[in-house]
């Protein structure tokens, strides 16, 4: 004899949340002691960006005070930011050691 039987069919629906963390702003802070080219440079090499898109950001520092030069994750955000900071200029007449671009980090609103 055979027997047959049907078992209740339950789906468990987990509902996964997934949290994302917030992005963070890499932030450029104007100042007068670095030259524009020297902006610029730094701009093209951390973040790869052409010359047009590297002013316009050294323009916006400059004109409005600081500028957002990048949005992304916290943790590369932090890398980009210390990247920024091993580049230094030194005075083109003096030689004194500027030091590094005024730059900081944020959470995106």
């Given at each position: 004899?055979i027997y047959?039987?049907?078992?209740?069919?339950?789906?468990?629906?987990?509902e996964t949340?997934?949290?994302?963390?917030?992005?963070?702003?890499?932030?450029?802070?104007?100042?007068?002691?670095?030259?524009?080219?020297?902006?610029?440079?730094?701009?093209?090499?951390?973040?790869?960006?052409?010359?047009?898109?590297?002013?316009?950001?050294?323009?916006?520092?400059?004109?409005?005070?600081?500028?957002?030069?990048?949005?992304?994750?916290?943790?590369?955000?932090?890398?980009?930011?210390?990247?920024?900071?091993?580049?230094?200029?030194?005075?083109?007449?003096?030689?004194?050691?500027?030091?590094?671009?005024?730059?900081?980090?944020?959470?995106?609103?």
């Amino acid at each position: 004899m055979i027997y047959a039987f049907a078992l209740p069919i339950t789906e468990s629906k987990e509902e996964t949340a997934v949290k994302l963390l917030p992005p963070y702003h890499v932030i450029l802070e104007n100042d007068d002691d670095h030259t524009m080219d020297f902006v610029i440079f730094v701009l093209r090499e951390v973040f790869k960006y052409d010359q047009p898109k590297a002013y316009s950001l050294m323009l916006e520092a400059h004109e409005k005070g600081q500028a957002i030069v990048w949005t992304g994750a916290k943790e590369v955000a932090e890398l980009k930011l210390e990247q920024i900071q091993t580049f230094h200029e030194k005075h083109p007449v003096t030689g004194k050691n500027l030091g590094s671009l005024g730059s900081r980090i944020e959470p995106a609103a």
